[in-house]
């Protein structure tokens, strides 16, 4: 798999980010009328100055609801810049999350919205985003962009039993199997919730995704294209790396209990391997340990403890059978045995996904 230096991943936003450094003040009134525009929620108002340019605003509150690029260009002579840059502007301000595309044929785009902008502007530009705000603002961003996504979703849980989300927990080999399955070339792409919570030392460009539609990763120019083989490689590392595997069918998220939307999810309904929904449970087997304690270190889980006789205790009642531990146990004494839960309904079908890449 083609490895990309940090140097070369940050020439490559460097080129992308002409418009997003004018930061010039434009006034409250403008402010007010582009955060309704623009879907921006209230608690985070306070940070759009640093999180969008000027020209991005003034466009946005002189844009139809819907343009091509004569559109384009005639808003942005009206705004004293030069219509010849309309088909650049697009693609440019596309690319990092700031419109939408509306038809495949690409000749018409919209704003995308702040739920949008925030998923792939931050993603990419991560260096400068996170060099905007202060750590505190940074988790106060996280934190609210989380929970605007997620509770109104935990509310259906709870109301209706209804599964937040599609996603299942895989082992290892259940997701190496599933991937050669599927057959299809996959698209690698940064990991949106590690890059909005914060850097945990862990890798972040782990997001496997086979869509590559319009308003896709893929399809926005930021992705790596996999072959099924490199897929499979990319996964066995993201679980050496001590990172789980949730598949909902188009994406299979490789990420841990600290940062993913899922894991927070599943901790905020409680819902533990109901949902995303496990298939598997562990099995200790406490003649074969001999007391390593990698277990404890592998589960994020908190399910292994170290008990005073240099074996482990084992609440099982925890585990949501992502495999890390026994895939690692080097006496076998870990093992993984089919569970079957009830589970929660699957959602009814929503084209607004916690994750939609
Ligand atoms: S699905 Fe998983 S890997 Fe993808 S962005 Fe969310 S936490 Fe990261
Ligand atoms: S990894 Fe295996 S051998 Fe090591 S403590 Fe855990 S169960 Fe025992
Ligand atoms: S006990 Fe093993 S399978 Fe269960 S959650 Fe922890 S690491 Fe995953």
């Not at 991943?9 to 930061?23: G, H, K, N, S």
């Not at 782990?206 to 869509?211: A, F, N, Q, V």
């Not at 993984?336 to 916690?354: C, F, I, K, N, W």
């Given at each position: 798999m083609r490895r990309e230096t940090?140097?070369?991943?940050?020439?490559?936003?460097?080129?992308e980010r002409d418009v997003m450094t004018e930061l010039r003040p434009i006034g409250q009134g403008d402010w007010d009328r582009f955060a309704e525009r623009y879907s921006v929620p209230e608690n985070v108002r306070q940070?759009?100055?640093?999180?969008?340019?000027?020209?991005?605003?003034?466009f946005a509150l002189a844009a139809p609801d819907r343009f091509g690029v004569g559109e384009t260009g005639r808003v942005l002579a009206s705004l004293g810049e030069d219509p010849a840059g309309a088909a650049e502007f697009l693609r440019k301000q596309y690319k990092i999350g700031f419109l939408d595309l509306v038809d495949e044929a690409?000749?018409?785009?919209?704003?995308a919205g702040y739920a949008t902008f925030l998923d792939v502007w931050p993603v990419w530009e991560n260096e400068e985003y996170r060099s905007r705000f202060t750590p505190e603002e940074l988790r106060d961003i996280d934190w609210k962009y989380f929970h605007a996504s997620f509770d109104p979703r935990e509310r259906q849980a709870r109301e209706q039993g209804v599964a937040p989300t599609e996603d299942e927990v895989y082992t290892l080999q259940e997701t190496l199997d599933w991937i050669d399955r599927n057959g299809r070339p996959a698209y690698l792409s940064f990991c949106d919730c590690r890059?909005?919570?914060?850097?945990?030392?862990?890798?972040?460009?782990?997001?496997?995704?086979?869509?590559?539609g319009i308003n896709t990763y893929a399809h926005r120019g930021w992705s790596r294209r996999l072959s099924v083989e490199q897929t499979k490689e990319a996964v066995r590392k993201f679980d050496r790396a001590g990172l789980m595997h949730t598949l909902n069918g188009t994406t299979i998220c490789n990420c841990c209990g600290d940062c993913c939307y899922l894991?927070?999810?599943?901790?905020?309904?409680?819902?533990?391997?109901?949902?995303?929904?496990?298939?598997?449970?562990?099995?200790?087997?406490?003649?074969?340990?001999v007391g390593c304690g990698l277990c404890v270190r592998r589960c994020w889980r908190d399910v292994f403890e170290r008990t005073p006789d240099r074996k482990v205790s084992v609440d099982a009642t925890r585990c949501v059978?992502?495999?890390?531990?026994?895939?690692?146990?080097?006496?076998?004494a870990l093992t993984m045995a089919?569970?079957?839960y009830p589970g929660l309904r699957p959602e009814e079908p929503d084209p607004s996904r916690?994750?939609?890449?």
């Amino acid at each position: 798999m083609r490895r990309e230096t940090r140097a070369g991943a940050r020439e490559r936003v460097d080129e992308e980010r002409d418009v997003m450094t004018e930061l010039r003040p434009i006034g409250q009134g403008d402010w007010d009328r582009f955060a309704e525009r623009y879907s921006v929620p209230e608690n985070v108002r306070q940070y759009m100055a640093r999180l969008f340019s000027t020209l991005q605003v003034r466009f946005a509150l002189a844009a139809p609801d819907r343009f091509g690029v004569g559109e384009t260009g005639r808003v942005l002579a009206s705004l004293g810049e030069d219509p010849a840059g309309a088909a650049e502007f697009l693609r440019k301000q596309y690319k990092i999350g700031f419109l939408d595309l509306v038809d495949e044929a690409q000749t018409s785009w919209e704003l995308a919205g702040y739920a949008t902008f925030l998923d792939v502007w931050p993603v990419w530009e991560n260096e400068e985003y996170r060099s905007r705000f202060t750590p505190e603002e940074l988790r106060d961003i996280d934190w609210k962009y989380f929970h605007a996504s997620f509770d109104p979703r935990e509310r259906q849980a709870r109301e209706q039993g209804v599964a937040p989300t599609e996603d299942e927990v895989y082992t290892l080999q259940e997701t190496l199997d599933w991937i050669d399955r599927n057959g299809r070339p996959a698209y690698l792409s940064f990991c949106d919730c590690r890059s909005l919570a914060g850097d945990c030392g862990k890798p972040r460009e782990t997001c496997i995704s086979y869509r590559d539609g319009i308003n896709t990763y893929a399809h926005r120019g930021w992705s790596r294209r996999l072959s099924v083989e490199q897929t499979k490689e990319a996964v066995r590392k993201f679980d050496r790396a001590g990172l789980m595997h949730t598949l909902n069918g188009t994406t299979i998220c490789n990420c841990c209990g600290d940062c993913c939307y899922l894991s927070r999810g599943r901790e905020q309904l409680g819902s533990g391997p109901n949902w995303p929904l496990a298939h598997h449970v562990v099995e200790y087997d406490r003649e074969r340990c001999v007391g390593c304690g990698l277990c404890v270190r592998r589960c994020w889980r908190d399910v292994f403890e170290r008990t005073p006789d240099r074996k482990v205790s084992v609440d099982a009642t925890r585990c949501v059978g992502c495999g890390l531990c026994a895939n690692t146990c080097p006496a076998g004494a870990l093992t993984m045995a089919e569970a079957s839960y009830p589970g929660l309904r699957p959602e009814e079908p929503d084209p607004s996904r916690v994750h939609s890449h």
